[in-house]
């Protein structure tokens, strides 16, 4: 059978890493004997006149079987696309994080005939060879998969694979923690299952013969560091056995990290360790049940500084019991850290999620969660938040934001944010953060330097 699976991603994306499932499916199907094609529109940032149509693909292919993966900020441009598929006959199958979590929601859908909710290595191949139309969509429980029996991704079967110059290395899946605004649990389950080590290496040397362009590897585990002494054997090996590619590491927890682990971290060519500080209020910090202590968060940030590396620190606006004032602890939290990269994100609910249940209890107001992601990129402005609460308003919320970016310093050099700058700071009456950031930022504007620049590691970006 001729198989096409297709990513869509925002306008505003700008991170090319190549679709982790849609590489493992195509692995899986390719083995049952099928012919598989991958758009993933991602690999075609800043090429956008070059990204292949999907309609054109469809008359060339002439698929059997159309795969869409979906994610909660690409809902919108993924549905256009299904639609535009639609007329042509052939199963529509959808999965992916939002189908998961929305899957009785996306069943009242007529678009699509599929609905696979978690992993779905263990079931594609049945799936395809028996798919047909149907009058709406059935949904298809997945079945969480053995990791050390899985085959490698096979990014060749990506259009544009060439191209790729990051490399998403999956060391282990699902996390056994229940933090409240955190849906992996749904998505590849706390049963936490490590890959071998020697699998893992083996598979980038072969990434680097394969991928031509390559340079870096991300790795993308739900927590990477849950048995921290295989965790650190990894980091020996990648070093010891000459990867000598860039790396970086997401979902790294502040009590995971100690001085051997920054140190061999460095060594694996990591240039910056990002943690989750989530929020600098301890009432607020406490009531997300990570199981760590804001202590926990200070050390890390020391040892990774001290460590000589570059430190990223995760934060959320809108938790449970946050609000403007909370927010600032959040603040002066981030500047005691000194980070060099912080993420300012916006609460997010998602269905199955500790908060979304405590949001629904308080009476909170959520608007239309599809099409929405929780990072602005480091700009000044920010998107209208998708909940808010009586003693923490939308507006209340947009503020905090601007004066936590203004604060720490998180924004380009560019006109249009001084402009930002001025009409915001008068908008909120925050004074302080005019004279704070007007002269740093006009001077460097004035230098002829927009000093936002891309991490090839690590895919982000920072003043």
């Keep these: 059978m001729n198989i096409l699976l297709v990513r869509s991603r925002k306008r505003t994306d700008f991170n090319p890493v190549p679709h982790l499932g849609l590489g493992l499916l195509s692995a899986v199907l390719e083995l049952n004997g099928h012919d598989v094609t991958v758009v993933d529109q991602l690999l075609f940032l800043g090429r956008g006149k070059h990204q ?48 998961t979590l929305f899957c009785d929601e996306m069943s009242d859908l007529r678009c699509f005939d599929y609905i696979v909710k978690g992993e779905a290595e263990e079931i594609m191949p049945d799936l395809v060879e028996n798919a047909r139309t149907r009058p709406r969509p059935v949904i ?5 998969a053995d990791v050390n029996n899985l085959p490698l991704p096979d990014f060749t079967a990506f259009v544009n694979w060439r191209s790729i110059t990051q490399y998403p290395l999956s060391t282990s899946r699902g996390c056994p923690f229940g933090c409240s605004f955190c849906s992996v649990k749904d998505v590849s389950s706390r049963r936490w299952r490590g890959r071998d080590v020697d699998e893992c290496i083996d598979e980038l040397l072969e990434a680097k013969k394969t991928y031509p362009l390559l340079r870096s590897v991300k790795i993308v585990d739900d927590c990477p560091t849950y048995d921290i002494e295989r965790f ?45 500080a989530e929020h600098g209020n301890e009432e607020v910090f406490n009531a997300i049940g990570k199981g760590e202590k804001l202590e926990d968060v200070s050390r890390a940030a020391e040892l990774i500084k001290s460590g000589g590396l570059d430190l990223g620190a995760c934060f959320i606006i809108g938790l449970p019991f946050d609000n403007l004032e909370r927010t600032r602890d959040s603040i002066e939290f981030a500047k005691k850290m000194k980070a060099d990269l912080i993420y300012w994100n916006m609460a997010h609910p998602m ?17 239309d969660l599809k099409g929405y992601t929780s990072y602005d990129r480091h700009t000044l402005r920010t998107k209208n938040p998708v909940v808010e609460t009586e003693d923490f308003t939308r507006s209340e919320r947009k503020k905090a934001y601007f004066i936590a970016v203004v604060e720490t310093g998180q924004y380009p050099a560019r006109f249009s944010e001084l402009f930002r700058l001025i009409v915001y700071s008068i908008r909120y009456r925050y004074v302080r953060g005019l004279k704070r950031a007007l002269p740093e930022l006009s001077r460097r504007i004035l230098k002829g330097y927009d000093d936002t620049y891309s991490n090839p590691a690590s895919g982000t970006w920072r003043s």
């Design 52 to 99: 292949p149509s999907i309609k054109r693909m469809m008359k060339e292919i002439k698929p059997d079987v159309i795969g869409f993966s979906i994610y909660t900020a690409t809902y919108y441009e993924s549905l256009k696309l299904i639609e535009s598929v639609r007329p042509y006959g052939c199963p529509i199958m959808v999965g992916g994080p939002h189908p």
């Design 351 to 367: 269905n199955g999620t500790k908060i979304m249940d405590w949001y629904r209890r308080n009476n909170a107001r959520i608007n």
């Design 232 to 276: 650190k054997h990894f980091l020996r090996e990648y070093s010891s056995r000459g990867i000598d590619l860039d790396m970086s590491i997401d979902n790294i927890r502040a009590d995971s990290i100690d001085q051997e682990m920054v140190a061999l971290a460095r060594r694996a060519r990591n240039s910056m360790i990002c943690v989750g």
């Design 140 to 144: 298809i429980e997945g079945k969480s």
